[in-house]
Nanobody
Framework: QVQLVESGGGLVQAGGSLRLSCAAS????????MGWFRQAPGKERAFVAA????????YYANSVKGRFTCSRDNSKITVYLQMNSLQPEDTAVYYC?????????????????????WGQGTQVTVSS
């Protein structure tokens, strides 16, 4: 019912930046939480960031705090992940995810099981 499509991935040098986009359709997202996850080869899908569509509050994994910024554009029904100071450890397939908003704080919505809509992912590769 909710379709999410990521874009913006690519190859970047360490220290560089990328901005990922996640375009949503099929539902209103005024009361949605959107999350970003990443999965490196041989590793579990890990939480990166989350944003509450209403109000734009955010929460970040410690590994990206201070480097990544999650935002949204209501007019385009799109969420973004601005990634700065990228490091090789950030190399992964990045996924956006969505779930209905609730009173649960964002810091408790860090499991992939907390989200029921997923994009196909976009590859981010950071060279050293």
């Amino acid at each position: 019912q909710v379709q999410l499509v990521e874009s913006g991935g690519g190859l970047v040098q360490a220290g560089g930046s990328l901005r990922l986009s996640c375009a949503a359709s099929g539902r209103t997202f005024s009361s949605y939480v959107m999350g970003w996850f990443r999965q490196a080869p041989g590793k579990e899908r890990a939480f990166v960031a989350a944003i509450n569509w209403s109000g734009g509050t955010t929460y970040y994994a410690n590994s990206v705090k201070g480097r990544f910024t999650c935002s949204r554009d209501n007019s385009k029904i799109t969420v973004y992940l601005q990634m700065n100071s990228l490091q090789p450890e950030d190399t992964a397939v990045y996924y956006c995810a969505g779930r209905p908003a609730s009173t649960v704080p964002l810091w408790l919505l860090t499991s992939r099981h907390d989200y029921d809509s997923w994009g196909q992912g976009t590859q981010v590769t950071v060279s050293s």
